[in-house]
């Protein structure tokens, strides 16, 4: 078969009956804050390794709220724990303690 | 030969600790790497043995370091220790002329004088007995002392006493019961035989008219040794172990150990030395603004000593190096927090792949200059810095103008110390490809990796000292404004690394400097610190609420600060205008 270079998209369907959203739930009793979270980007947008990177920090918190661990596993540990997200967010999130609560559920389940 | 059976409770729990510390400090030491052990074997064979004496003299007997702090506090301190010990040195003198022989029991000086009853035949009866009084009263002053600071610790200079764990308060009281009961025993012993001295003798004719002595007497020696036997049995598994630990643990550290990254058998030393005394209590601005005690070294160290370490223990704590300053013991607390926070965040590497792509081509000139990600969210600074720069027509490299990867200190702080290395790898690589003779930063924080854990060959500044060197070659001209000002040491730069002068040499120069008592060594974490991973928002703002206002003082105009974390922080609190030292700098430098 003649190969045109594209492929079909992957489903960006939100399964939100099979995601597990153990960690939101773990988040949510150890760092609170992370409920305060609009994602509005400004983390991403100032994010030192995301300027080389594919890490996106709003996109792990809405990962989050969606059950979504495998990416959150993959994408968080490219983090440096510099604290500009923590600056510039507006709501004041504490990410840099979600970013290491996640480390460590991660660390804990396996992951 | 001199013997009663009520030697034997103390007799068993002397050695019985004996026995028990010389493993433990064994299987600790033996821990060690080769080349600390090494180091020990050395210093045992070098003039260090004098030095070790030395400071053993004055920290673990006097307590010179608690003395400096509150001089009630030294006195109290000292008499249990310092007098201890002479009780012990003297008592062991006593037996030595008493007994014709050498080779006496290890508990004779003890007991002595329910031993040696006829003074008649004893030689220099007199002048011992009177010594070992004057050395018991001594000891009795310290305990009363002691007594009143349970109640009343603001005689001390101190606003909270330690919250003691269960063993410990077993161990405190037999250790309070110990001196009493010596007074009692030997008094009761001076009554019926008038073998005392001027104090024992006394009571004990005081304490026969009331009481019938011949049928007490024994049973206070029992008591006497029981308790000892109660407070050796107890001395381990409480906070009573410094008083051993902290005779190795400066034998140690003149060897030249020291805890660094990872938790080891000189670290297990460090914190059984810890005598919880709690003068860290006070220091620490999250106990004193918000109420929380947990990452109290003092609670802490219990913590690990019991191995019941919290989470929120070990990152609920700013590092601002206050506790490390005000500990008398000079426990390295910050390298053990941070070793015990790598402990539990034994994750898999990070994925740090991306750094390849980081390019390193630069111009080469004397001075790179490493604004840090810190001085990118506060661009006032750099700016200013860029001004000076080119004010004073200096050729230089800004290696992280479109922005770079983090120092690794804040990885560091976290515990993931291997991580960390990773970018400092790669930072290695950036500034060698810059050529430069100088690295200057704008960061408290990216200076203290940078001068200590990078081990680069060129000269590492941080911009305060850049511009003190300048100001003494005569480079910077500055013009002296009219205005009145507090400065700010931020820890990382301050206790952190002991840079106190060179800000303050050249603010002279341009303002009137108001002095504050929270200067230099005392200075206040700004609360914005990267060292906790707990704060919330609403914490922050408080504890730096707080810091602004003691350090504002009614005459200053402005707060002058040398870390743009510090000044971000401070701004949102601040009546007053919150600026770094480049940014003065920069407004009175003449073109």
Redesign the interface.
Known sequence: MKNFGFSVNKSRVIEYDQNDRALFYYLMRVEP?VSLCIACGACTA?C??G???SLDFHKIMLSIRRGEKVYIAKEI????????CQ??CPK?V?T??VI?QI??F??SSQL | MKFDWFVVPFAVGLVGLILFLTLKYVRWILSLPKEERKKIRKSFFSTKIFAFVWEVFREALLHVRIFKKNIILGYMHSSFAFGWFLLIVFGAIEVEFANSRHANHLYEPIFFRFFHRDPSVLEHHAFFTFIMDAILLYILSGLLLALTKRLYSRLMGMKKTTRLYWTDKIALYSLWLIFPLRLLAESSTAGIYANGGFMTNHVGSFLANLLPLEKIMYPLWWMYSIDLFLFFAFLPFSRYMHIPTEIVLIALRQAGIYTKNKITGFSQLEINACSSCGICIDACQIQDVLGRQNMIPAYLFQKIRHEKVLKPALYDCLICGRCEEACPVNINILNIKVAKRNEKLNHKHQQYDYLRQVTTELPKTQIAYFAGCMSHLTPSIKKAMVSIFEKTHTPFTFIDEDGSICCGRPLQLSGKIEDAKILMQKNKEIIAASGAEILVTSCPICYKVFNEEYQLAIKVMHHSQLFDLWSKQGKLKLNAQPIKASYHDPCDLGRGSHVYDAPRHILNQVITLQETAYQKEHSLCCGGSLGNFYFQEKDKVQVAQDAYDKIMTNHSEMLITSCPLCKKTFQKVAEKPVIDLAEIIDKALMQ
């Open positions: 804050s100032t030192s390794a300027a080389f990177s540990t490219q983090c440096m724990l510099c604290g500009k600056l510039v004041n504490n840099r303690g290491l480390l460590s991660l660390q």
